[in-house]
T-cell receptor
């Protein structure tokens, strides 16, 4: 398996529900970042969590990091149709902190 | 403030031709990264450059691919003698100087199609 694997690969929920996506990685990291990608567009940065942090919030987003399990989760609360996108986690390893390693992504669909 | 600008947005080439992809980083950013994305996949790191220097090219194919970031002007990703397998979306990102815990800011990509 690859560094930064997201789970599930696809998620479809109703508007207003919460969406949870998980990410696992293999090596020691400097930080972990979550990005959103709308169809045909570039990536938009959502949250960066450092290796010494356990939880971070930004608006309706909540990210957790468990370095002992080498895993992270992204929670989107009160989802909206505009949240429909692909979500990627990316890790910056200690050796090469500027080089991001991306997972395959989770395709999130919010149904109105 | 303008974001990361990539051009062209779409590029069509025939097998054997050359493809040149351009990236202008955000104002004040001196670090540039190139990534490649195949359909339904995540981004794969290709190369990391600073002005006039290649810092990490561990993700670049050994042949036909090259990148530069000159003192003046945009960063260029150059693919010589393109093949069908080069068809992908190529994304450029930039970050401020010397910031290991800063996010990278991405452009909207160049979608390269090889006929």
């Amino acid at each position: 398996s690859q560094q930064g694997e997201e789970d599930p690969q696809a998620l479809s929920i109703q508007e207003g529900e919460n969406a949870t996506m998980n990410c696992s990685y293999k090596t020691s990291i400097n930080n972990l970042q979550w990005y959103r990608q709308n169809s045909g567009r570039g990536l938009v940065h959502l949250i960066l969590i450092r290796s010494n942090e356990r939880e971070k919030h930004s608006g309706r987003l909540r990210v957790t990091l468990d370095t002992s399990k080498k895993s992270s989760s992204l929670l989107i609360t009160a989802s909206r149709a505009a949240d429909t996108a692909s979500y990627f986690c990316a890790t910056a390893n200690i050796q090469g902190a500027q080089k991001l390693v991306f997972g395959q992504g989770t395709r999130l669909t919010i149904n109105p | 403030n303008a974001g990361v600008m990539q051009n062209p947005r779409h590029l069509v080439r025939r097998r054997g031709q050359e493809a040149r992809l351009r990236c202008s980083p955000m104002k004040g950013h001196s670090h540039v990264y190139w990534y490649r994305q195949l359909p339904e996949e995540g981004l794969k790191f290709m190369v990391y450059l600073q002005k006039e220097n290649i810092i990490d090219e561990s993700g670049m194919p050994k042949e036909r691919f090259s990148a530069e970031f000159p003192k003046e002007g945009p960063s260029i990703l150059r693919i010589q003698q393109v093949v069908r397998g080069d068809s992908a979306a190529y994304f450029c990102a930039s970050s401020p100087e010397g910031q290991g815990n800063q996010p990278q800011h991405f452009g909207d990509g160049t979608r390269l199609s090889i006929l």
